[in-house]
């Protein structure tokens, strides 16, 4: 049996602190299942339903990876739209609270490039987005990886559906080679099993079917 209780896992204070503030107690099973693995640096594809608290499960890593004393951006988190980036990023940062000068940047399609551009220019520690755009800042030089230690592919299958395979690789090939990949999905198509075959490091498969 995996335990249920976040203080098993060996995160920093203010994620603790923020985790109880949030009313968060129990693990979610497929946050039981994998955080232990994730914050060892394991690299994870977990399968589970919407509303299963995904989420946490890679944020939660992620954030405890982070040295937020070095202005690089360190973790990538791939998503399919932007509702979905903007959300994410939304619960990473609620998640960082009381980590001081943390920054996170939305880098998503349908909003304009000139302020995009500026942020990139300013520096972020996490950057959250979709891949079509985050494409583009990298083909055009704006967008740097070499730093990037967490890489997420997160609800993978949706991306792949829509026709994001060619970006997601090219992204994944920017990447250093020493990093933790996560992916996260609802179903675990083919198409997912090469991604994890090509750019993944021996990936435990977490797979939960209920949400609670
Ligand atoms: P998914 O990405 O799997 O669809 P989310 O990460 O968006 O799911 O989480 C679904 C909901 O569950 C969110 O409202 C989130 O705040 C909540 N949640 C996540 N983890 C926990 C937890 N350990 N305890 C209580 N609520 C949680
Ligand atoms: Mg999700």
Partial sequence: MHSTN???????????ENLASLGY??????????????????DVIGQGKTGSGKTAAFALGLLQRLDVKRFR???LVLCPTRELAEQVAKDIRTL???IHN???????????????????????????GTP????????????????????????????????FQAALDNIMEQCPVERQTL???????????KIADSFMKQ??????????
């Fill in 6 to 16: 976040f203080s098993t896992l060996n995160l920093k204070p203010a994620l603790f």
């Fill in 102 to 128: 943390i920054k996170v940047l939305t880098l998503c399609g349908g909003t304009p490039m000139g302020p995009q551009i500026g942020s990139l220019e300013h520096g972020a520690h996490i950057i959250v």
């Fill in 25 to 42: 107690h129990e693990m979610t099973p497929i946050q039981a299942q994998t955080l232990p693995l994730v914050v060892s640096g394991k």
């Fill in 183 to 193: 992916l996260f999905s609802a179903t675990f198509p083919d198409k997912i099993q």
């Fill in 132 to 163: 079509g755009r985050l494409e583009d800042h990298l083909f055009r030089g704006r967008l740097k990886l070499d730093d990037v230690n967490t890489l997420v592919l997160d609800e993978a299958d949706r991306m792949l559906d829509m026709g």
């Fill in 203 to 212: 990936p435990a498969l977490v797979k939960v079917a209920s949400v609670h």
């Fill in 96 to 98: 960082a609270r009381g």
């Fill in 73 to 75: 951006i360190q973790s």
